[in-house]
Structures are given as structure tokens and as C-alpha cells.
């Protein structure tokens, strides 16, 4: 009995220990960009954005991470109509194995123009593409995206996967 006390215990600590390293990375002040905190963030920080618009694509890049706005959607907008690379059109990018701790809350995503399929020239996924993952979508309102092409599937969210939760999205 005392040795599983003792287990236990030290369980409960790393526990601790590992919610204790999770950290808050703030954007702008902390980085510049969204894609720059979330390249920066470790599994289980959250990557807070303050209100304003903000000119970009953004990846998870496999991280599972939680990207909050501050305020909400109707003030904290990513606007991906800057897109450098057509592989790179839609506003956000889930395709690295995230899984459900990988969230996106609280955002206006817009202007994407989705990922563009070079076999057969579709564009998948304005607003969000997933694919290869289970993130968390949840409270954004995504307008203003759009995507061609005679296969095209997904102006607002493309979504293959499992366990992929979309939930109160306008």
C-alpha cells in the first residue's frame, strides 16, 4: 500500500510539474506575427492574440497548441488573401497530425482562397483546410473565402479525417 501511495504521488507531481510548463505566448507583444507564436509555442502553451486584423496563413505545423483571441471574432480577424504560395491559400492549416489539443477559438478567418491541388487544379478549403488531423475548431466566423475549380469542395472548411470537432461556427 505504501509503495502505490508513494507511485501515486509522484505521479500527481509530474502532473503538475507538466501543466506548471505550459505557457501563454501573447501576440503582438511576445511575436510579431500569429505564425511566429505559433512556431514558438511548445505542446500545450496557448497562443493569445490580441484584437486587430492580421495579414497572414497560418500552420499549425503539428503543434498542439490553443490559438485564443482575446477579444473575439468580431474584432481579431486573419485575413489570408496575402497568400505567397498557392499550397498555402486557405487562412488556416491542419495537416501535420494535430489532434484535438490543436484549437482555434475566437477568430474571423477570411480572404483564403484555399489549398490548390496541382493534379487537377481544385482548391480545397478557404477559410480552414484539415487533413491528416483532428484539430478543435471551435467559435470563429469564417466568411469571405473562397476556392474553384469543377472538384472544388470547402469555401469555408475542408475537413477530412477522424474525430475532427467543428464546433459553434458561424
Known sequence: MMKRTVLLSIAILMLQLSAARSDIIFVPDDWATIQEGLDAASQGDTVLVAPGTYQE????????VVLLSEMGPEITI??????TSPLQGSVVHFRNGEGNEAVIEGFTLTGGLGVWDPMNGDQFGGGVYICGASPTVRGNIITGNSI????ALGGGIYACGDSILILDNT
Do not use: M, P, R, T
Request: charged share 20%; hydrophobic share 20%; proline share 0%.
Open 148 to 151: 474553384s475549380g469543377y472538384d
Open 57 to 64: 496563413n497560418i500552420d499549425f505545423n503539428g503543434n498542439e
Open 78 to 83: 486573419i485575413d489570408g488573401s496575402q497568400a
